[in-house]
């Protein structure tokens, strides 16, 4: 059975990988270890990072030493930074189907995906990378899990 909520696997990605980056021990982050952790295709996993950078999130540094690290501190990405990143900017419209009239005279719904829609935002908006500095566990194998 589907859920009603859905998050696309590219921003899921995104939120993941800027967690795991900001809860590592480690000054750079390679795709291979984002990528083990998150249980993602590192080809995918590599454009998502490409748009954070470009989106100038964090940024990266090549060779044997490089990978991924933060552009700013951890206190200063909201998740709504990331979120737009990926999506592009929130707009919360009264319908759901962005239509100007509703064929009933009032609305089947009764407004919950709009409430719905701002509660996103303000969980977005209000929260932090380093609000989950603790909360990447450790595996048995010393990989992480976000």
């Known amino acids: 059975m589907a859920g009603v909520f859905h998050l696309s696997e590219m921003l899921s990605l995104a939120l993941h990988s800027m967690v795991y980056i900001a809860t590592s ?24 990072l490409q748009r954070l950078v470009k989106g100038r999130l964090i940024h990266s540094v090549r060779g044997p030493r490089g990978g991924f690290a933060l552009a700013m ?14 999506e592009g900017p929130i ?5 759901p189907n962005h239509r100007k ?17 701002n509660q996103f935002f303000n969980y977005l908006e209000k929260n932090k990378l380093s609000d989950f500095l603790g909360s990447r566990k ?9």
């Open 25 to 48: 021990d480690d000054q750079y982050v390679n795709v291979k270890q984002i990528a083990a952790s998150t249980d993602a295709s590192e080809a995918h996993l590599s454009k998502v």
């Open 73 to 86: 501190a951890p206190e200063e990405i909201s998740f709504l930074n990331i979120y737009e990143v990926i």
């Open 91 to 95: 707009v919360i419209e009264g319908c």
């Open 101 to 117: 009239t509703c064929p009933f005279s009032s609305c089947i719904f009764k407004g919950i995906p709009e409430k719905m829609n």
């Open 138 to 146: 450790k595996t048995n194998n010393s990989q992480s899990v976000v």
